[in-house]
């Protein structure tokens, strides 16, 4: 089983539509981080979260230590939001998800 | 500020081979990571490097090194490359560890 799993593995959606990816890790952690890649490889850090919940723009992320679930919300999504998401879990080191692939249709 | 720069950013290399990669940080960074992707394995750690010392590795042959300089510069080289290498290499920095990481654009290699 991996360590860090992510779900769904793929999506596809409306513009307009509010969008949720599911991260879930096995592994005790100091902090969580979301990862947008887009295609071509560019990787723009989103997210660190360590508790509760933070909010830029239109992306929301909540992490939730307890349960060892951390979820990332995308409202009034666009298509250029197009991209590959990835989830990472940090202790001493770095953990990545297999990433959720998000296509947003005009 | 100038973004994380990584050179070359394309390389083509036989097996056997051995090649270096480099990567400059966001001005005023000092921790410098390392990373590979393949489709297969998706994002692994490799390094990370502060103040020109090693603090973690990630589980990869000995054949994958690195070094960080004095400027915060940093290099990783592979030796005796195989076909399994062929990947993106991703250096990404911040200004101390556990901080937020600004991804280098990254360098593709292409082992032959």
């Known amino acids: 089983k991996n360590e860090v799993e992510q779900s769904p593995q793929n999506l596809t959606a409306q513009e307009g539509e509010f969008i949720t990816i599911n991260c879930s890790y096995s592994?005790?952690?100091?902090?969580l981080h979301w990862l947008q890649q887009h295609p071509g490889g560019g990787i723009v850090s989103l997210f660190m979260?360590?508790?509760g919940k933070k909010k830029h723009g239109r992306l929301i992320a909540t992490i939730n230590i307890q349960e060892k679930h951390s979820s990332l919300h995308i409202t009034a999504s666009h298509p250029r939001d197009s991209a590959v998401y990835i989830c990472?879990?940090?202790?001493?080191?770095?953990?990545f998800g297999k990433g959720t692939r998000l296509h947003i249709l005009p | 500020k100038a973004g994380v720069t990584q050179t070359p950013r394309y390389l083509i290399k036989t097996r056997g081979q051995q090649v270096t990669l480099s990567c400059s940080p966001i001005?005023?960074?000092?921790?410098v990571s390392w990373y590979q992707q393949t489709p297969g394995q998706g994002l692994q750690f490799l390094f990370e490097?502060?103040?020109?010392?090693?603090?973690n590795k990630g589980n990869f042959p000995g054949r994958f090194s690195g070094r960080q300089f004095s400027n915060s510069r940093s290099e990783m080289n592979v030796s005796t490359l195989e076909l399994g290498d062929s990947a993106l290499y991703l250096c990404?920095?911040?200004?101390?560890?556990?901080?937020?990481?600004?991804f280098g654009p990254g360098t593709r290699l292409l082992v032959l």
């Open positions: 990404a920095s911040s200004q101390d560890p556990g901080e937020t990481q600004y």
């Open positions: 592994v005790g952690i100091s902090a």
């Open positions: 979260l360590s508790s």
């Open positions: 990472a879990v940090k202790d001493d080191k770095i953990i």
């Open positions: 001005s005023g960074h000092r921790s």
């Open positions: 490097y502060f103040s020109e010392t090693q603090r």
